[in-house]
C-alpha cells in the first residue's frame, strides 16, 4: 500500500493513525463484539466515544464554559440557514462579510429567512483576492450577529486579524480552519465549520454556540432545527452520525499526540511558508493572485501561465503521487490545501515537485 | 475476535461483509492510495461509488423512472420538518395516522410549519398497540398529502396493508422496513428513511420523491432544504457523508448476493415467526402487546411479568452474546430488532435462549 499525498479541499487528508485505528477496530470494537457503527448512540459504548470527543474539542479550543458544543449534520451549507432561523429575530437585520463564493451562499441563505445586508464586500472587482481591513467593515451596530468566513477555501484568503464589533455577537464560519489556531472567544457568538477539513470526515458539523444566544433562540422554527433542542440532549435529540464522531475523537487524539493546537499552527506556518516561497521565487512560473497580507495558511491558490500549463501541472503531481491540486472549478488554477492532517514532509514533496517543473517548463 | 448476535434498534447489525470490505480498503481505496474517506465527493472515485449506490437502490427498492433517488443528511428527524416544507404549501393542511412515538413527532413537526390534522390515532387508549385499519382512517380529500409510518420501531407494530387515498400522494416513512418487502409505488409521492436500521450507517437519510412534488415544491424556504436542491445535483449541492454512501453501497451489494428483496423478506418472514411462535407458545411467560394483525416483522416486543425479570432476561441473554434486547425506555420490556442485516441463525439463538429462560423463571 502506497498512500499518496493528499491535497483535497475537503473531504480531506485524516491523520493516519485515525484511519489506522478505525481499520483496527472496525469488525470488533474494544471487545464489545460490534463494530461502533453497530453500536446504539445512546449506549454507554459509544456515549463514552461521544463524550471524550467532545471533551478534546473543548481543551483542544479552550471553548469557554458559557458555550455549548453540538456535534450536528448537514454540513455548514445547512448552517448558511439555520443560523438565521435562530438568531435572526423578526425585526432584525444581520451583517454579512462577503469574501468568497461560500460566503456569498451564506449571505443568500440569511435572505431567505430574514433580513440580511453586506458589511463588507471584497468581490466588486469580479475575484475576491483580499479579505477586507478592520476599517472598511461598514457596521450595523444593531445587527443581530457579524457574520464572516475566517477562511475562503476556494479564493485562498484568510482573516488575520480578529475583527472588532463591539457588542454586536460574532458567526464565524471556520469550516477550513477551525483548530488550526487559538480564538478570542470573547468576540464570538457562534462559530460552525463541516468537519470534512480539519476534524475528521465528511456527515459531521461542529456548532458552538453561546448558551445565551441558545436560550433566546428563535421558536417559531420547527424544533428539530433549534439549537435549544440539540443543547439539551448533548447532540442527541435524533440519532448522531456515531462513526463521524468517532473518527473526530481519533482525529482530536492526534491533536493531542501533536501538542495541540499551538504546535500545529507552528507546522502550518512552515507549511504554507515554504508553499509561498516556491511560488514568490519562481521568478512568475507560478503566480499567486491573493494580496499577500490575505494569504491563506490552509489554501494556497496560484497560476501558471496557461491553463493547459496548469493541467500538464496537475497531471504531473498526480503522476509523483501529489493529489488533489486541482483549483475550484469557479476559479481554476492551483490549489494546495494544507490542513491539519496535511504532513510537512508531504509539503516539502510538493515543493520539490514545484521547482522540477518550473525548471523544465520554465 | 467473536461477534455478538445485535438485535440493536437502530443503529443496528450491518452485514459482515459490507464491514470487512470497508475495513479492507480503509487506507487505500481500490488502489488509489487515500482512504474513500479523504476523496472528494466529487471525484471520480468516489463518484462511481455514488452511482452503484443510487442504482442499486433503485434495482433493489424498483424505483419508478418518475421518482428523485437522493441521499441527504439529518436523519428521517429532520424529514419530519423538510417534508412540510416541501410539500405543505400555504392554505392546505396534510393528513397524519398517528401510530406511534415518531408519528406523534412528525405530526408535532408539521404543525410547527403549516396546517396538519389526524387522520387516525391508535394511542387513544394510552398505548399504540396496532394500526388502523383502512376504514378507520378519516381522509381529507383535499389534504397535500398523507402521512404514514409503515413500521413503528418502538411500539412493535406495521402495516400490511396499502392504505388507499385516492389522489391523495403518500408520504411514508420507511426508516425501520425499508426494503424488506416489494413497494407498490403507484399511492406513494414521497419515502423516507434513515439508513440507519435497513440500508447502512447513521447519517445518511434516504429520499425517494415523485418528481412533480420536487418541481412544484415550496421556493419560500431555504435553499438548501428544497428537494429540488439537491435533486439538482444528484444529492450533492452540497458535500455529502461520503463514507455513509459507501457503506449503503456495500450494504446493497450484499442485498444483491442475498438475492434481493424478496429473498429478505422470506428470511425476515421466518425470522419473525420463530420469536412470535416463542411468545405465543410460552404459555403466558411472554406477552406480546400488540395486535397479531399489526405486529411487525422488524421489531418483535414483549413483556414478562415484572420488570425485574425482564432485565434478568437482558442480563442473561448479554451474558450469551445476545446484545441490544432491552425495550424502548418510553414503553420497557424487551425488544428484538429483526433488520435484513440480523442473520436468520442469529435470532435461532435468541430463540432458545428465551425458551431455556423460560425453562428456568416459568
Known amino acids: 500500500m502506497t498512500r499518496v499525498a493528499n491535497f483535497n479541499p475537503g473531504p480531506a487528508a485524516l491523520p493516519l493513525s485515525a484511519l489506522e485505528l478505525a481499520r483496527d477496530e472496525l469488525l470488533d470494537f474494544e471487545g464489545s463484539g460490534m463494530s461502533i457503527l453497530e453500536h446504539s448512540h445512546r449506549g454507554p459504548v459509544y456515549m463514552k466515544v461521544h463524550e471524550e470527543a467532545t471533551a478534546l474539542f473543548r481543551e483542544h479550543a479552550r471553548v469557554p464554559a458559557e458555550f455549548d458544543v453540538l456535534f450536528l449534520q448537514g454540513g455548514a451549507s445547512q448552517q448558511f440557514a439555520v443560523v438565521p432561523m435562530n438568531l435572526l429575530h423578526a425585526g432584525q437585520s444581520a451583517d454579512y462579510a462577503l469574501t ?7 449571505f443568500a441563505e440569511a435572505k431567505n429567512v430574514g433580513t440580511a445586508r453586506k ?7 469580479g475575484r475576491y483576492t483580499r479579505v477586507p481591513t478592520q476599517s472598511e467593515l461598514d457596521l450595523d451596530p444593531k445587527a443581530a450577529y457579524f457574520h464572516y468566513a475566517t477562511n475562503n477555501t476556494v479564493m485562498g484568503t484568510q482573516f488575520h486579524y480578529a475583527p472588532e464589533t463591539g457588542s454586536v455577537p460574532q458567526v464565524l464560519d471556520m469550516s477550513s480552519d477551525i483548530l ?22 465528511t456527515g459531521i458539523t461542529l456548532v458552538i454556540v453561546r448558551k445565551d444566544l441558545v436560550a433566546s433562540g428563535r421558536k417559531d422554527i420547527p424544533v428539530i432545527f433549534r439549537y435549544a433542542t440539540q443543547a439539551k440532549e448533548q447532540s442527541l435529540y435524533n440519532t ?17 499526540a501533536q501538542g495541540g493546537v499551538p504546535a500545529l499552527q507552528k507546522v502550518n506556518a512552515e507549511k504554507a511558508r515554504l508553499v509561498y516561497a516556491a511560488v514568490d521565487e519562481s521568478g512568475g512560473f507560478y503566480r499567486g493572485p491573493v494580496e499577500v497580507a490575505s494569504r491563506s495558511v490552509m489554501n494556497a491558490v496560484w497560476n501558471l501561465r496557461t491553463p493547459e500549463l496548469e493541467s500538464a501541472f496537475v497531471k504531473d503531481a498526480e503522476a509523483r503521487g501529489l493529489a488533489g491540486l486541482k483549483g475550484h472549478r469557479i476559479v481554476g488554477g492551483i490549489r494546495a490545501s494544507l490542513y491539519n492532517a496535511v504532513p510537512l514532509s508531504d509539503v516539502q514533496k510538493l515543493v520539490t515537485f514545484m521547482n522540477e517543473f518550473r525548471e523544465t517548463h520554465g
Open 100 to 106: 468568497g463564493v461560500w460566503a456569498e451562499k451564506a
Open 119 to 125: 458589511a463588507a464586500d471584497t468581490g466588486d472587482n
Open 180 to 201: 488550526s489556531y487559538p480564538l478570542d472567544w470573547s468576540r464570538i457568538g457562534l462559530v460552525y465549520a463541516g468537519a470534512q477539513k480539519n476534524i475528521g470526515p
Open 240 to 256: 448522531i452520525p456515531t462513526f463521524g464522531v468517532y473518527l473526530v475523537r481519533n482525529t482530536l487524539r492526534w491533536v493531542s
